[in-house]
Nanobody, 113 residues
Framework: QVQLVESGGGLVQAGGSLRLSCKISATIFRLYTLAWYRQGSGKQRELVAS???????NYADSVKGRFTISRDNDKSTLYLQMNNLRPDDTDVYYC???????WGQGTQVTVSS
């Protein structure tokens, strides 16, 4: 059974930084497109960023220039570096392998003003 284990969430002041990590126990990790989603209370889950197996990245307009998605195939780990955080970035962040629809348990990010 594949497991996705996120870490790195927490409380930070506006303008601060956090780095999320997601360890994925997939034997062919390097082949998958990976993504980070976020969802707040009463809101729809939204795509934050994605990265293909070859390293092509895609970002939501709201995080472009502030967040960076990356992957370490040797460590089977996905990262999300979040800089210049804003209060509206407060959400639960989920690591995801979109196909075949594997999800982590989520990690809370709270940005105070």
């Amino acid at each position: 059974q594949v497991q996705l284990v996120e870490s790195g969430g927490g409380l930070v002041q506006a303008g601060g930084s956090l780095r999320l990590s997601c360890k994925i126990s997939a034997t062919i990790f390097r082949l998958y497109t990976l993504a980070w989603y976020r969802q707040g209370s009463g809101k729809q889950r939204e795509l934050v960023a994605s990265i293909t197996g070859s390293g092509t990245t895609n970002y939501a307009d709201s995080v472009k220039g502030r967040f960076t998605i990356s992957r370490d195939n040797d460590k089977s780990t996905l990262y999300l570096q979040m800089n210049n955080l804003r209060p509206d970035d407060t959400d639960v962040y989920y690591c995801c392998v979109p196909a075949p629809d594997w999800w982590g348990q989520g990690t809370q990010v709270t940005v105070s003003s």
